[in-house]
C-alpha cells in the first residue's frame, strides 16, 4: 500500500497483481507471464497478473513490484491517506450486544 492505494498484492489464486494503471494495461499484457487481473468476472483493466515464473529471479520480481511503486506513487502525489472514521456510538452499542456474554458458553455449545 502506498498512500492509501494498492500497488501489488499476493494471489490466492496463484501469482501476483502488479497496478500498472489503464494506460499501460495493453502494454503489459505484452510481457512474458502476464495475463489480465479478472474480478467477479470482470476485466481490472488497471492491474495485471504475474505468473510465478515471471518473477523467479531478484531482478524480475523488483522490476514488477518497482512498476507497481511507480505508478501509485505518481497517481497519488500530493494526496493525503484518508483518515480513519472513528466507530460511531451506535456501532459500538450494536457490536456490544452482538457479543456473547463473558463467562457462559454460547447457545448449542456445551462443555
Known amino acids: 500500500m502506498v498512500n492509501n492505494a494498492m500497488c501489488c498484492s ?16 495493453a502494454r503489459m499484457l505484452q510481457e512474458p507471464h502476464t495475463s489480465p487481473m479478472e474480478m467477479r468476472g470482470r476485466i481490472m483493466t488497471g492491474f495485471v497478473r504475474v505468473a510465478p515464473d515471471g518473477y523467479q529471479i531478484d531482478t524480475e520480481l523488483k522490476k514488477w513490484v518497482k512498476r507497481g511503486l511507480d505508478f501509485v506513487a505518481a497517481n497519488t502525489a500530493g494526496r493525503k491517506a484518508a483518515p480513519r472514521k472513528a466507530a460511531s456510538a451506535k456501532t459500538k452499542v450494536a457490536a456490544k450486544a452482538k ?13
Not at 10 to 25: C, E, F, K, N, Y
Not at 99 to 111: S, T, V, Y
Open 10 to 25: 499476493v494471489s490466492g489464486r496463484g501469482g501476483m497483481l502488479i497496478r500498472v494503471g489503464p494506460d499501460a494495461h
Open 99 to 111: 457479543a456473547p456474554p463473558h463467562g457462559r458458553a454460547r447457545k448449542g455449545l456445551r462443555r
